[in-house]
């Protein structure tokens, strides 16, 4: 991410302004990469710090599903969005947090 701020990483969900800004600076979400992946930076925050990599996740999800950051970043919300609510929904198969947060993110 450029200038060390993540837009995963700050609580401004549906804030239009703020997500514009960012996007039209070049920042994106970076989409996590799948449950099970085993390349080295997955293995290593496995094996390192498996909560703050949930979490992470878990952040990234809730910037990705927002309805704002949708509008403004997907040429098709409608189909991003239902994409997103299937992987979401297997995730949350694995990592259980995600099922308390599912409601908060639809
Ligand atoms: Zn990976």
């Known amino acids: 991410m450029q200038n060390g701020v993540t837009v995963n990483s700050v609580d401004y969900r549906n804030n239009h302004e703020i997500i514009q800004l960012l996007l039209s600076r070049g920042h994106v979400v970076n989409h996590p990469h799948p449950i099970y992946c085993e390349c080295d930076d997955c293995e290593r925050r496995q094996n390192t710090d498996s909560l703050k990599r949930s979490l992470s996740r878990l952040n990234a999800y809730?910037?990705?599903?927002?309805?704002?950051?949708?509008?403004?970043?997907?040429?098709?919300?409608?189909?991003?969005?239902?994409?997103?609510?299937?992987?979401?929904?297997?995730?949350?198969?694995?990592?259980?947090?995600?099922?308390?947060?599912?409601?908060?993110?639809?």
């Open 62 to 106: 809730k910037a990705l599903s927002s309805p704002a950051f949708m509008a403004l970043s997907s040429a098709d919300p409608i189909t991003t969005t239902f994409e997103l609510r299937q992987e979401m929904m297997m995730v949350a198969e694995v990592e259980k947090e995600f099922k308390v947060s599912e409601g908060q993110t639809s």
